[in-house]
């Protein structure tokens, strides 16, 4: 059986499996509460059947980065024992409704489910500490007194035409503005020879744009503008030369988003927002969701990313998301994300220093941009926030830890909440409980 802690309540005894900080983590949060853990980095099968059959097991968390390691080690856990309780990070949804339906007694989350809304929160607005969804309404939390108040998100005014505007004529990608401005031109220019052959060769309307539009696709002068005035044969010569410049500026546009797929729409969802946006600068586990749960609160999102062959480059535009391929510290790119417009940068990259050089590079662009800074190591948050006022730093390791921990140890908590640098479990009635990660101090009741 399990032993007692200090304060005569149960102890619990939790395996912990995976390698890496958020596994650490998980194991410190664990410890903190006075938990008795034993931590499995690279098991093989003979080291969990030891460790489930040495003591009594109140609950086996699997934490790892891969989702085919966890359910590598969750079958793995069902073979030696069906009744111990599973914690399984897992970020693929289908994968993880899946495991979550045929592996008996399995809770499945993920470090990116834990964490986006408290990454979501400052970049919608500076007062939110992070969002909830209550079905399809957004609700932003904020801290007062100490205490988590829900407040509504506002819903963002819709001002389509202007949108569309600024989507056709502030594109992101050139070749949208090649192809654009082409055909603009090519339709400038039939106007203007339809109505300039009917004032000065009398031709009837239909006959001009008919003569027009032969010249312009190259089928065949207007057989009128020989019989007219010297003037306006070289007027067409020159209408017929600027056309020829916006035929190859149009073609070159058509064909380039054709053949790239690199390329962002030019209106609709998977166009590059202009105004009231977030850029998310990295599209891994936490970037995607992030993404996601933005667009559900009605926040226009543009996604950057590096790797063009990014596991999740597919999906995301597959789901209708911006994608742009880039260095997110490239203060030129940043530049024409219209980022001085925007409500928010959010670096979320695995890379903690490459962060950090986002938000420099948006400050640079934009003095007064809001960054919101995920990292993963303890110690560079604590360097960032003390050396560098970048912007909001969000230690994702440590929020999801906590939450990891409180459900490994069968706690009831919904979501995690930071306040301040300290973070709390939030429960389904509203109640918060600050969690300190020193050893022995464990959850502490601090609001109702």
Known sequence: MPAADG?????HAVVVIGDGDLSEETVRALE???????HLRQPSEEDVRNALDGEAIDSVAVVANEDAIVLRMALM??????????????FDPTMAEQVGRQVKGAHVTSLAEIVAPSLAGPCIDE??????????RPFGIVERDGSAHEEPVPPLKRHRAEALARALFTPYDKSAGLLLFGAIGLLGVLALEA???VFVLDQGLID??????KTLVTVGPNPEVSKGPGWYKLFTSITMLVALLFVAGFTAGLVNRVVDRRLTGLVGRNAVPRRDHVVVVGLGQVGLRLCLLLR???IGVVA???DEDGENVGLAKHLGLPVVIGRGADASLLGRLSLPNARAVAAVTSEDLGNISVAMAARAVHEETRAVLRVGDGNVANETRSLLAVGLIRDVHKIAAVLLAAKALGGEAESVVCLGDDVHLRFADGRLEAVELEHGTGIRAVSD
Do not use: M, W
């Open 7 to 11: 304060n005569g309540g149960k102890q």
């Open 32 to 38: 903190a509460s006075s938990a008795r853990v034993t």
């Open 77 to 90: 856990i069902r073979a030696i024992s069906e009744d111990v309780p599973l914690l399984l990070t897992i």
């Open 127 to 136: 007062r939110f500490t992070a969002v909830r969804l209550d079905g399809d």
């Open 195 to 197: 109505v300039t052959a």
């Open 208 to 213: 001009a744009i008919y003569g027009s539009a």
């Open 296 to 298: 559900e609160c009605g």
């Open 304 to 306: 950057v990313e590096a």
